[in-house]
C-alpha cells in the first residue's frame, strides 16, 4: 500500500473503476473535489466507468444523479447489480418464478424487463436492500429455500451507507436465510462477483493492468479488483475506517482520504 497523486495515478492507469455510494457522494452530498476529479479525466480522454451493488436505483436515475452534480457520463458508463441480476435471469431463468426480498423499484424493474415475479410456486429466492423487510418476507424467502428453490443475490454488502450513518443491507438478510435453512448462497451477481466484474471490463474495453478500482469497502470492492488483477484505491470517505483496514487481510494498492487527494 502507498499514498498516491494525481500524476502517478494518470501515467500508470487509462481505465478507472469507480464505486458510487461513499466514493463519489453519500446519499444528496457530493465528495468534495469528484467533480473535478471527472473533468480533468474527460480533458485527457482517460475511460471512466461507475459501478454500484445499490439496486434501488436504474441506470438512468444514477446517470440523472451524477449529471445534476456536475458530472459528465452516459448510461452505458454505469453499471449496477441490478442490470448485471436482470440480464442473468433473463438469458438462463426466464420462465422461472422469482420471489424477490427487495424494494418496488427494483421488483418493478426486473417484472417489467420480462422476469417472472412470484409470491407463490417460488423457483428462486434473490435478496437484495430492502428497507422495507419484513418477518413475512424472511418466511416466504424460507419456506421456499426449504423446498428447494436456488439462492441468489443481488448484492451482499452487510451495510449500505447513507449520509452519516449506515443501515443493514442483504448481507444480513443472506445470513439469516443460512442459519434458518441451513443452504449457502449459490450465486451473487453484485461486487465481488466475476458476473459484474466481467461487465465491467467489456464496458471499460481496457486490459486488466491499465485500470484501478476506487471505492470504500473492503469485501466488495477491494476485494474484486484483487482477485482480478485490478489495481485498486480504497477511500477513507465511506464505510471502511483506517483501524478497520489495519486488521483486514484484503489490502488495495493505494489508500486516499477522499478522491479528492487525486487532485491535491
Known sequence: ?????????????????????????????????????????????????????????????????????????????????????????LENHKDENVFVIGEVNFINYLKNSGVKIANHKIDIVLVTLDR????????????????????????????????????????????????????????????????????ILKRISLPTNECILIGDRLETDILMANQNGISSALVLSGVTKIEQLEFSQIKPDFVLNSIADLIK
Open 1 to 89: 500500500m502507498g499514498n498516491v497523486n494525481l500524476h502517478e495515478i494518470l501515467s500508470r492507469f487509462n481505465g478507472f473503476v469507480f464505486d458510487l455510494d461513499g466514493t463519489i457522494y453519500r446519499e444528496t452530498k457530493l465528495i468534495d473535489g469528484a467533480k473535478e476529479v471527472f473533468q480533468i479525466f474527460k480533458s485527457l480522454n482517460k475511460k471512466f466507468v461507475f459501478v454500484s451493488n445499490r439496486t434501488t436505483s436504474t441506470t438512468t436515475q444514477y446517470k440523472e444523479k451524477l449529471n445534476s452534480f456536475g458530472i459528465d457520463c452516459d448510461e452505458n458508463q454505469i453499471v449496477t447489480s441490478a442490470e448485471v441480476t436482470r440480464n442473468y435471469l
Open 132 to 199: 422495507t423487510l419484513s418477518f413475512e418476507k424472511i418466511y416466504t424467502a424460507q419456506k421456499a429455500l426449504q423446498h428447494g428453490a436456488k439462492f441468489f443475490s443481488a448484492n451482499v454488502d452487510l451495510t449500505c451507507p447513507i449520509e452519516n450513518d449506515e443501515i443493514l443491507d442483504a448481507g444480513y438478510t443472506i445470513t439469516a436465510l443460512q442459519n434458518l435453512t441451513g443452504r449457502k448462497l449459490e450465486l451473487n451477481f453484485g461486487k465481488p462477483s466475476h458476473f459484474i466484474t466481467e461487465e
